[in-house]
């Protein structure tokens, strides 16, 4: 076998094994869980018209400001299942990231020791502090599949392959518009710096941006962004404390300040060895630009600006942490016997942190789970897809997270409130925060439901069912029952 060939094969065996400790350390793949609460029924109601009657307003809230429900359709209906396309999009989603996350090292001038190191650093799911988001999820998303997309940008940047780099980023743009937005800051800043023959183009494409941007908060998709967020709509927030950088604590502020003093110190070291790529500076100069558009932004929300704070410009730190990974990465492999103890100790580290996910922590769970699972209230769930596709379902408020997907993935149904989803769309339009709200009120303690109290809720919302554990007993005709919820008729 030639050198060529066993590159290649320990590169198949590279990515193999990243897409198995990545989605071991997410606590393995599932379906339909956490934000696939709003993703899932925004693809089912393009493919089911007649769905989602009463929360179509809450569904177009944010699914109007991204065109990934819409790829998500269109593979669908090739007659592939939901759960199937969401599976490939997210392998397709772990792919992108590891070749593109190499193909950014190779750029950099990194040995394969460091790309393979950089790859098992990649691994480690963790949260981006006070970011709302994580490096990796259990579940296909469309910001991590932009995210992926934004990494094989920067890996045409370092190749000074900038053009290109913002052809990828506006194609990421379609899958999630605000992950595309921070690596295109990057792009663009790294080709001001590295392509002085492109800045009068640069600059005319800029001002043409600037002028799109402010049609779009003016009379366009963005309209009425402007507005200053009131204290009702900024209680509905008020568990999402990561959208306002002020109230961080000091140790939130110094991690993610840590991220630029790690890559320019690590950058500043190799242009001093003589090892920095040309492009480089380029590259760090649009990380700092994001640094420099969070620090203006940090004013922005404490104003509570609207535009501001839905922006979620915090997300910036997870690009940081990207390239200061990589860079800690090519560090510690500076020596061949440092990257052998290296790749040693941390594939051990993963391997078994996955595994304790998988087999201690959560023995229940599998590696990749399709399917939504079979449990008790799957089945009730199932049950209520079968009937007619108007009815309005009543059930706990924090349903998804209790039981493992919401009514609206797994009946396909509308509910009367899904409380951390639901909280979560409301960050984008304060006519879906005084319904949260006002929805919140009426639920307060759900698990002391009375048929009285049924009755009352019904005659404002127009409910048709409402689900309880098996053993709350309300005085109404009874639908159905398993070992763990029953379903009682409100109509």
């Keep these: 076998m030639t050198a060529r060939w066993r590159i290649a094969a320990a590169g198949v065996a590279g990515v193999v094994a990243f897409l198995i400790l990545a989605t071991a350390n997410s606590g393995g793949y599932r379906y339909g869980v956490s934000d696939q609460a709003f993703y899932m029924p925004a693809v089912e109601r393009q493919l089911t018209p007649g769905l989602f ?4 307003a809450l569904l177009d809230a944010q699914s109007r400001l991204m065109a990934s429900d819409e790829v998500m359709v269109a593979i669908a209906r090739t007659g592939a299942s939901l759960p199937t396309v969401a599976l490939a999009i997210y392998v397709t989603t772990l792919l992108v990231l590891v070749i593109a996350a190499a193909a950014f090292g190779r750029g950099l ?7 393979a190191l950089f790859g098992i650093l990649l691994t480690f799911r963790h949260r981006i502090a006070k970011t709302g988001a994580n490096s990796l999820e259990g579940y296909m998303h469309p910001r991590q599949l932009a995210f992926g997309l934004g990494v094989a940008a ?17 194609f990421s743009a379609a899958v999630h518009p605000t992950t595309a937005l921070w690596f295109g800051i990057v792009v663009g800043v790294a080709a001001l710096v590295s392509q002085p023959r492109w800045r009068l183009a640069l600059g005319t494409l800029v001002l043409l941006g600037g002028a799109a941007a402010v049609w779009a908060v003016t009379a366009g998709p963005l309209a009425g962004r402007l507005t200053t967020m009131d204290a009702m709509w900024l209680s509905v927030l008020a568990s999402k404390d990561y959208l306002f950088p002020a109230e961080w604590p000091l140790d939130a502020w110094l991690l993610n300040l840590a991220y630029p003093t790690v890559i320019v110190s690590l950058w500043r070291l190799r242009v001093t ?14 990380l700092l630009a994001l640094v420099v558009i969070f620090l203006i932004s940090v004013p922005l929300t404490v104003q509570h600006i609207a535009l501001a704070v839905q922006l979620q410009i915090t997300r910036v730190f997870w690009v940081l942490d990207f390239v200061a990974l990589a860079g800690v990465a090519w560090w510690i492999t500076q020596s061949r016997r440092t990257a052998l103890a290296a790749l040693a100790i941390l594939g051990v580290a993963s391997a078994a942190r996955g595994y304790y996910l998988l087999e201690v922590n959560q023995p229940e769970r599998e590696l990749v789970r399709i399917e939504l699972p079979d449990t008790p209230w799957v089945d009730a769930m199932q049950w209520l897809r079968a009937q007619p596709a108007d009815w309005h379902v009543l059930a706990d408020p924090g349903h998804a ?28 339009d304060r006519g879906i925060a005084i319904r949260v709200d006002d929805r919140t009120r009426a639920t307060i303690d759900y698990d002391q439901l009375t048929t009285a109290r049924v009755i009352a809720l019904d005659a404002t919302y127009d409910l048709d069912v409402v689900v309880v554990v098996a053993d709350h007993v309300l005085d109404l005709p009874l639908l159905y029952r398993n070992a763990g919820f029953a379903i009682y008729d409100v109509r």
Excluded at 53 to 56: E, F, H, L
Excluded at 109 to 115: D, P, Q, R
Excluded at 273 to 282: F, Y
């Design 53 to 56: 009657p009463r929360d179509a």
């Design 109 to 115: 001038g990194y040995s394969w020791w460091a790309v």
């Design 154 to 170: 920067l890996a045409c940047v370092v190749r000074g392959r900038h053009g290109l780099g913002l052809v990828v980023v506006t």
């Design 273 to 286: 060895r003589g090892l920095a790529d040309p492009h480089e500076g380029g590259l760090v100069a649009g």
């Design 401 to 428: 997270w209790k039981y493992g997907s919401s009514v609206r993935v797994a009946a396909g149904r509308d509910t009367l409130l899904e409380s951390v989803k639901d909280s979560a769309v409301a960050l984008y």
